[in-house]
């Protein structure tokens, strides 16, 4: 998903739906993360939309000796960013997270 259409989304989102929480984040590998919760017809829904550098590589370092440390080191680009979009209902007993894996949403 595009910038662009995001904000699409948001603005759709900001005129049918009362919107509970509208934040924003900086991420520790100079990504950015929006969030905004809102109440729609089948419960409260949050949506993540993350920017965040394109992984090139990711590298595991471990001991292999029983009981070692994994590590896991990823190497980001400097130029090139990837966006994807996170959809989230809230169980309404037990008040957790579900992610939404194929979109209910029509956008």
């Known amino acids: 998903m595009n910038p662009e259409k995001w904000e699409e989304i948001k603005e759709k989102i900001e005129n049918k739906f009362k919107v509970i929480t509208k934040r924003e984040e900086i991420l520790e590998n100079k990504g950015k993360q929006e969030t905004i919760e809102f109440e729609s017809p089948i419960g409260i829904v949050r949506l993540e939309f993350i920017i965040q550098p394109r992984v090139l590589d990711k590298k595991t370092q471990y001991s292999h000796r029983a009981g070692g440390q994994t590590n896991v080191e990823y ?21 957790e997270w579900e992610e939404i894996k194929e979109s209910i949403f029509s956008f």
């Open 75 to 95: 190497i980001y680009s400097d130029d090139e960013m990837s966006s994807y979009l996170k959809v989230y209902k809230q169980d309404k007993e037990t008040k």
